[in-house]
């Protein structure tokens, strides 16, 4: 017995059941009669606890400091420290999924654009649907907010089809002053040289076999699939598109990025955020035929 609270349990149990007073059982025991009266004068963690635990169940790929930025959204501003210890004693641990290789040597830094809409970023991610069919999903990014521009679902997505979300893109935001991808065939296609040369927009493209080059939008797919893609059962396309919208909605105006402060990328880019808590954007359902594993 070490911890007080041990020895005040072996005092307890020897004024119980063999009936000695309180000052034997102390000697016996080992420990002072003022440690036995002692009565935490900490503040009920209650509420704490339980919004903790609801985030965490809502965000179970969140760790405790992006736990932290979403409770004091909503005016609990917890010490770090006792944050920490009341997300172990919750038993709250992200599960670590498995690694994978990695790149040695030193790797020079990507350089940060100085405003938002100069640079964007291109990546696909593909998944499957239940019924076993795969589809492609596009992904936008803009490399000074982190903000996810575009998410396309589809079964095929050729450079036309690129090319074409581009130019919606640009209607909607302006034209950027470079965009950074891969050499995949989609985005090495006459049509996008076509359309970079018609737009006059700067098409850079990385390495092969460096992804850390386009680093921004890698960075993002690892967040799209571990946050979104590995926790739903997308039943048909247009359920994969509705949650993916949801998702991209959640991601810029709710999701507190980590190195923006915690601020979200709608903060960074000048746009309104959500003012009410964040909501379940995503869920893992066990039988293939029931719901949408969405909840908004």
């Known amino acids: 017995m070490v911890?007080?609270?041990a020895k005040r349990d072996a005092v307890a149990h020897a004024r119980e059941h063999h009936g000695l007073s309180e000052r034997r059982a102390c000697n016996l025991v080992g420990v002072s009669r003022r440690v036995i009266r002692?009565?935490?004068?900490r503040p009920d963690d209650g509420p704490l606890r339980q919004r903790l635990r609801e985030l965490a169940g809502e965000r179970r790929r969140f760790g405790y400091r992006r736990l932290g930025y979403l409770l004091a959204r909503e005016g609990m501003t917890p010490n770090h420290k006792k944050l920490l210890r009341i997300y172990r004693e919750e038993n709250l641990r992200v599960r670590r999924r498995g690694g994978r290789k990695r790149a040695l040597g030193t790797r020079?830094?990507?350089?940060?654009?100085d405003g938002p809409n100069q640079r964007w970023s291109l990546g696909f991610v593909s998944d499957t649907l239940t019924c076993s069919r795969?589809?492609?999903?596009l992904c936008v990014v803009d490399d000074y907010t982190r903000e996810c521009l575009a998410l396309v679902a589809d079964t095929s997505l050729s450079g036309v089809r690129v090319a074409r979300e581009l130019t919606r893109l640009i209607g909607l935001r302006g034209k950027p002053h470079t965009v950074v991808s891969d050499n995949g065939t989609e985005l090495t296609s006459s049509a996008i040289l076509r359309w970079s040369?018609?737009?006059?927009?700067?098409?850079?493209?990385?390495?092969?076999?460096k992804p850390m080059q386009n680093g921004f939008v890698e960075s993002f797919n690892g967040r799209l699939r571990d946050e979104c893609l590995n926790e739903t059962l997308f039943t048909s396309l247009a359920h994969a598109r509705f949650v993916l919208d949801a998702w991209r909605h959640d991601?810029?105006?709710v999701r507190p990025h980590s190195k923006l402060g915690g601020k979200t990328p709608a903060e960074i880019a000048g746009q309104p955020v959500w003012e009410q808590a964040p909501r379940q954007v995503a869920t893992t359902s066990n039988n293939h035929n029931e719901g949408t594993g969405l909840y908004l």
Do not use: C, D, K
């Open 3 to 5: 911890t007080p609270g």
């Open 38 to 41: 002692y009565r935490s004068a």
């Open 251 to 253: 991601y810029n105006h």
């Open 134 to 137: 795969r589809f492609r999903i």
């Open 108 to 113: 020079a830094p990507m350089m940060l654009p």
């Open 197 to 209: 040369q018609e737009r006059r927009v700067e098409w850079h493209y990385i390495a092969p076999g």
